[in-house]
Structures are given as C-alpha cells and as structure tokens.
Nanobody
Framework: QVQLVESGGGLVQAGGSLRLSCAAS????????LGWFRQAPGKEREFVAGINWTGTSSYYADSVKGRFSISRDNAKTTVYLQMNSLKPEDTAVYYCAAAGDLQDIVVVIRPDYWGQGTQVTVSS
C-alpha cells in the first residue's frame, strides 16, 4: 500500500509561483511512475505532468508546458511540481498519483494510488 500526501497549495496572484510536494510512504518509491493531476469545479480530472521511475523523462499537458516542472527525489520519496506564471485557469485541486506503469500516468488516467489533493487558487 502506498500513501501519498500533498502539500504546498494555497492562494496566489496571477503570475506568481507555487511549489507542490507529495511525500510517499513506500520503500519501493523508485519503482513507481509519478504524476500530477488537477480537477477544477464542474470539470473532469485532467493530467498535468508525469515523470518516469528514474526522473530522466518528464511529460506535460500542453496547457502547462514551459510553466510547470515536475521532479522527484527518490531518496526523500517525494515528487514535486514547480508552478510558475500561474493563471486563474490553473485554479483546481491538485492530486499526485503513483503507478507501476508509466502509461497509467501519461496516457490514461489509471494510477494505482492517489493522494488526497491540495487546493490551488490563482486570483486575477
């Protein structure tokens, strides 16, 4: 069983930055692909960013490319999402997720584990 706990959300003005963290309680952390997803009110959950087991490959939704950056620290069993140049349309609950298969992060939304989510609100 993998437990994922997000932190770092909050309220920020448009153009600002936030860094989300997701700590995992699992010894085999390096065997999981990781990702960030978000869900705005009235909308479906959508993929934001994903990263492979070693952290050598990362993937992004077109809407966040060039603004967001995903990274992982396997020694700290933590995945991060650096969010810059935030826009009001980035407002959502952000969830981290873990999957044994990278495709379940970057191709289909079918991870093995979800975090509880953290609210990000961007004011205009």
């Amino acid at each position: 069983q993998v437990q994922l706990v997000e932190s770092g959300g909050g309220l920020v003005q448009a153009g600002g930055s936030l860094r989300l963290s997701c700590a995992a309680s699992v010894r085999t952390f390096s065997r999981y692909a990781l990702g960030w997803f978000r869900q705005a009110p009235g909308k479906e959950r959508e993929f934001v960013a994903g990263i492979n087991w070693t952290g050598t490959s990362s993937y992004y939704a077109d809407s966040v490319k060039g603004r967001f950056s995903i990274s992982r620290d396997n020694a700290k069993t933590t995945v991060y999402l650096q969010m810059n140049s935030l826009k009001p349309e980035d407002t959502a609950v952000y969830y981290c997720a873990a999957a044994g298969d990278l495709q379940d992060i970057v191709v289909v939304i079918r991870p093995d584990y979800w975090g509880q989510g953290t609210q990000v609100t961007v004011s205009s």
